[in-house]
Structures are given as C-alpha cells and as structure tokens.
C-alpha cells in the first residue's frame, strides 16, 4: 500500500482510506485524463485542460454541444430553445414567460447569453450548463 499526503491538513495517510483519520477530511485522490494526460482530482466529472469527460461518465460534447446551445441561445434564445436542449425544461418554459411579457426585450438577453456560451471554455461550459447539478443557469 502506497501512502499519499490528505489534501486538507497534509498528513500522510494510507491510499486506501476514505477519510483523512487526522482530520476527518474525504480522501479525493488523483487521476490522469486518458485523452491529454493531465492530472486532476478524481471528484471531478470533465477533465480541466481538454473538457473530456471521465471515465463512466458520458461525454457532455457529444450529447449537448456548446456551438449549438450558442446558436440555439442567438437564434431562438427569446423562447428559450436552447434551455429544452440542454434539458432545461423549467427554464425554457420560464424563458417563454418571461419573453412573452417583457415584449421579447428578453430575447436581447438571450442574444448575448448565446454569445456568452460560444466565447466560454468547454469547462466552464460543461460545468454551467451540462451538469445537472443546477436547474436555472441563467447567466
């Protein structure tokens, strides 16, 4: 058994625990990214430098493409297509409410928010809109 340092108080604690006995910290170790080689802790879903998505997980730039969602945004943001392809039903029911009400000044909004996503990093991107943690990414 290897021995690696806890990230939290730096303790030197056995590769097999779960729990820094120490602090009491969870034990989040190191992985490789198979695509670009780079080291990142394995909490993460998408891999920081190139944006592949981890082993196990399904690979966000196939199923939901950032130049689409941007295009979707520009194009046909003021009723909120973009948020149903991102799966975001309940923010692209509330986009055609909000549109419907402020005279499509909304749909200014969701020009710029298409710009916004077509200029963002693949990471930033996965992290805001794929990731099913949120349920409103407005901005």
Not at 11 to 29: D, F, L, N, Y
Not at 77 to 85: A, L, M, T, V
């Amino acid at each position: 058994m290897a021995l690696i340092n806890c990230k939290e108080c730096g303790q030197t604690i056995s590769e097999a625990a779960t729990v820094c006995p120490h602090c009491g910290a969870p034990v989040i170790k190191d992985v490789f990214c198979s695509k670009c080689g780079t080291k990142f802790p394995s909490d993460k879903k998408f891999c920081p430098n190139c944006g592949a998505a981890v082993d196990g997980c399904p690979s966000p730039l196939k199923s939901k493409d950032k130049i689409v969602a941007g295009l979707l945004a520009i194009f046909l943001g003021g009723i909120g297509i973009h948020y149903f392809y991102l799966g975001k039903t309940t923010a692209g029911i509330l986009s055609i409410v909000i549109s419907l009400c402020s005279c499509y000044i909304w749909g200014l909004l969701m020009f710029i928010q298409g710009i916004y996503m077509l200029t963002m990093s693949d990471e930033n991107f996965n992290a805001k809109y794929v990731d099913n943690d949120r349920t409103l990414p407005l901005f």
